[in-house]
């Protein structure tokens, strides 16, 4: 069966400082690969998403860049955070086809301070 | 305008009663995804449908194409289906990368 990780669940960093977010899939080969984030009491917002090894595509221009180096590991990243980067963030895959079901991780809690 | 729209968006229901959440969209469609997320963050899909009806348990959901309408229906509610209820489109012709649509949500509360 398909599983998806995403860790870390809560994370506090202060302003400034570096950020890796991980996701892993499991059980599937050649995954679509979202990143969303949640800000509080808004909808989701897609970030960047990845339809192959090493390709990946931006949404909104931000502080965060992300990364597929195999085919089931996508990372979030971020050289030097700000306050307006807190939020929720969550992992996503997807099959090719376009009526594919999205199956999300358990998020990420990130407070920059 | 948002090409996803959700009402209500919030909803406080007495536990048993019969619950509607509604989803209307304004573009071509592939698709139609109805996502539950439980207070902790994390998110479930419950439907994926393009056409006619669902059920699963105590959840119900349908579409109109014609309309670009869909509900979601939950029977003999309760408390555990406290949660915030997503709507969300895969487009037609289908975007680069199948991204999905997103609504506000509906915050869903049900007392006991």
């Known amino acids: 069966s398909q599983t998806i990780h995403q860790w870390p669940a809560t994370l506090v960093q202060p302003v400034g400082s570096p950020l890796s977010l991980e996701c892993t899939v499991e059980?599937?080969?050649?995954?679509?690969l979202y990143w969303y984030r949640q800000a509080a009491g808004r909808g989701l917002q897609l970030l960047f998403y990845s339809v192959g090894i090493g390709q990946i595509s931006s949404e909104v221009p931000q502080n965060l860049s992300a990364s597929r180096p195999q085919d089931r590991q996508f990372i979030l990243s971020s050289k030097k955070l700000l306050l307006s980067d807190s939020g929720f963030y969550l992992c996503?895959?997807?099959?090719?086809?376009?009526?594919?079901?999205?199956?999300f991780g358990n998020g990420t809690r990130l407070t920059v301070t | 305008k948002n090409e996803v729209e959700q009402s209500p968006q919030n909803l406080t229901a007495q536990e048993g009663e019969f619950i509607t959440i509604n989803c209307s969209y304004s573009v071509g469609i592939s698709a139609l995804h109805w996502l539950q997320q439980h207070p902790g963050g994390g998110i479930v899909s419950l439907f994926m449908?393009?056409?006619g009806k669902k059920k699963h348990g105590r959840l119900i959901a349908t579409i109109n194409i014609q309309e670009k309408h869909s509900s979601l229906h939950i029977t003999a509610s309760h408390p555990r289906d406290s949660a915030v209820y997503i709507c969300?489109?895969?487009?037609?012709?289908?975007?680069?990368?199948?991204?999905?649509?997103f609504g506000a949500g509906t915050i869903l509360r049900v007392k006991s």
């Open positions: 969300a489109v895969s487009l037609h012709p289908p975007e680069y990368g199948n991204k999905l649509v």
């Open positions: 059980g599937t080969s050649n995954p679509n």
């Open positions: 449908l393009s056409s």
């Open positions: 996503a895959w997807g099959g090719p086809s376009y009526n594919s079901p999205l199956h």
